[in-house]
């Protein structure tokens, strides 16, 4: 049973760098596509970017696009979201998953919460203004 653990979550000042991480237990990363999400207060999850397995492709949202980036370490069985540049309105909790590697897909397959089929507990990020 793969499981995810997020960590690195915490309160930072506007313009401030922070690396998130999320390790796996139970299985490697190898075949899965990985996804980083967040949740703000009151609001829906959202896609923040993603990684893919075949090809290595990195898929933003529009909102984080230069300023986050996804990282993998397969020794440590580890993905990492460097976030850079925050923002007050980066405040959320931030959730990793996994969907098992399905070949090429278009941008927009990755954006689906749907298509993720193991989550982490999510840590939490506050940008102070």
């Known amino acids: 049973q793969l499981q995810l653990v997020e960590s690195g979550g915490g309160l930072v000042q506007t313009g401030d760098s922070l690396r998130l991480s999320c390790t796996a237990s139970?299985?490697?990363?190898?075949?899965?596509?990985m996804g980083w999400f967040r949740q703000a207060p009151g609001k829906e999850r959202e896609f923040v970017l993603a990684l893919t397995w075949s090809g290595n492709r990195l898929i933003y949202a529009d909102s984080v696009k230069g300023r986050f980036t996804i990282s993998r370490d397969s020794a440590k069985n580890t993905v990492y979201l460097q976030m850079k540049s925050l923002k007050p309105e980066d405040t959320a909790v931030y959730y990793c998953?996994?969907?098992?590697?399905?070949?090429?897909?278009?941008?927009?397959?990755?954006?689906?919460?749907?298509?993720?089929?193991?989550w982490g507990q999510g840590t939490q990020v506050r940008v102070s203004s």
């Open positions: 998953a996994v969907a098992a590697s399905s070949g090429y897909r278009t941008s927009t397959y990755y954006y689906s919460r749907s298509v993720y089929d193991h």
């Open positions: 139970g299985r490697t990363f190898t075949n899965y596509d």
